[in-house]
């Protein structure tokens, strides 16, 4: 038979208590810099230890990427048109918009999906996609109509 030892938890310091605290109520990068110095004085002085210094270093720089990239909110589109947006920037897809779209690669025709079933001129259907929207191509024309109608959402890229 074997037994289990328990060896006892040792207390976390005050100063990192109050640290890491401080650091889940902090607004702005300047206060962040400021409360990972802090930690570093701390662990200097001896007040905590070195783990406890790591997890600060680790909490406070985490914190501080948070505050300096704030993550946008999604666009609401309420009116027809075209509502663009980079995910490579952050931003989030527009929400509300009956139709997503995309430039085709030669610069002619637009790559359309959508729930609605379109038709007209220049409208030409695909195979349906994975999800069960309907896939079209539309020809630069038509899609200024469409963009008259409905809310389009376009995917920009940084490359």
Request: charged share 30%; with cysteine.
């Amino acid at each position: 038979m074997c037994t289990i030892i328990q060896f006892p938890k040792r207390a976390e310091s005050n100063g990192y208590k109050n640290l890491v605290a401080f650091f889940e109520i902090c607004d702005s990068v300047k206060s962040c810099n400021f409360y990972l110095e802090s930690a570093e004085y701390l662990y200097e002085s001896g007040k905590i230890t070195e783990n406890e210094l790591y997890t600060l270093r680790r909490i406070g720089r985490q914190k501080r990427l948070s505050l300096a990239n704030p993550e946008s909110k999604p666009i609401k589109a309420d009116k027809p048109g075209t509502y663009t947006y980079t995910p490579e920037m952050g931003q989030k897809k527009p929400v509300g918009c009956q139709i997503e779209a995309g430039l085709c690669y030669y610069g002619k025709h637009y790559w359309v999906k959508t729930s609605l079933e379109l038709k007209g001129r220049g409208i030409t259907k695909n195979e349906p996609a994975r999800d069960g929207r309907n896939n079209y191509t539309v020809t630069v024309k038509a899609f200024e109509k469409l963009e008259a109608q409905y809310a389009i959402s376009i995917e920009g890229r940084l490359d």
